[in-house]
Every structure is written in C-alpha cells, then in structure tokens.
C-alpha cells in the first residue's frame, strides 16, 4: 500500500510560516532540523491526528519555487486544500485573528469552501463536505 507521508508548500520565510500554521491554524510541529547553512527543515501535521502526513515548509525563493508561487498567488489558486469540519466557524476564527481571506465560506456543490492567504505567499483553501454541516 502507497499513503502519503509528506507534502510540501513553498513559503517565503519558513519561521514566520512556521508560526502562522502551528499559532494560527493549530497544526503541531513534528521535526524542526537545523541544517548546513542556516536552513532549517520543519514539518507540521494536524494536532492529535494523522500522525503518517506531514506538510513540508520549504523556502519557495528558488528558481523554480518563486515563480510557481507566485504565478499560483497571482491568478487566485490554492496550493493546498486542508479539510475541516465547519468552515464557517473556522471562517470565523481565524478572521478574528486577524487570517486575511480570499474567499469566504461558499457552496461549491458537495463542499463548502474559503480561501486564505497564509501570509508567506500561498492561498490555502478550507474545505468541508457540505452534508456534513
């Protein structure tokens, strides 16, 4: 059997991103690794759960990151989508800590959607199954 173990985002600043998913979205740490050079490799996962998928911070200032980012940024496309159970609560929570939002809590068919801007370069979208909730 093939699982996902690990994905990655491209980010401007690992540390400030760091902070924005761990302080903000609620994901926990699950290896912060200073490496050669000053680089540091950290990873987080959703808190108390799914302890086999990690996302992968990595500096998005390379040749191929910087564009791909931004071009992604630019024309309004998420580069990941993380389930919740509730997204207008989440809406909700996380505009109150001050989260800037592309997009707020929407039908889209059998999902409900809102897109968010991570503050180190991304769109990231909520999704939850419309039946659900």
Same mark, same amino acid.
């Given at each position: 059997m093939i699982k996902i173990a690990m994905t990655g985002v491209y980010v401007d600043d690992v540390a400030r991103?760091?902070?924005?998913?761990?302080?903000?979205?609620?994901?926990?740490?699950?290896? @912060?690794?200073?490496?050669?050079?000053?680089? !540091?490799?950290? %990873?987080? $996962?959703?808190?108390?759960?799914?302890?086999?998928?990690?996302?992968?911070?990595?500096?998005?200032?390379?040749?191929?990151?910087e564009p791909y980012r931004k071009a992604l940024h630019e024309a309004g496309i998420p580069c990941i989508v993380f389930g919740v159970d509730d997204v207008r609560?989440? @809406?909700?929570?996380?505009?109150?800590?001050? !989260?800037?939002? %592309?997009? $707020?809590?929407e039908e889209q068919g059998p999902v409900i959607t809102a897109v968010l801007d991570d503050s180190v370069g991304n769109l990231v979208q909520l999704m939850q199954d419309a039946s659900a909730g």
């Open positions: 991103a760091h902070a924005f998913y761990t302080d903000v979205l609620g994901f926990e740490t699950r290896h @912060h690794v200073d490496m050669v050079a000053g680089q !540091v490799f950290v %990873t987080v $996962g959703a808190a108390g759960g799914q302890s086999d998928v990690e996302l992968l911070l990595e500096p998005g200032d390379g040749p191929i990151a609560a989440e @809406h909700e929570r996380l505009t109150g800590l001050g !989260v800037r939002f %592309t997009q $707020g809590p």
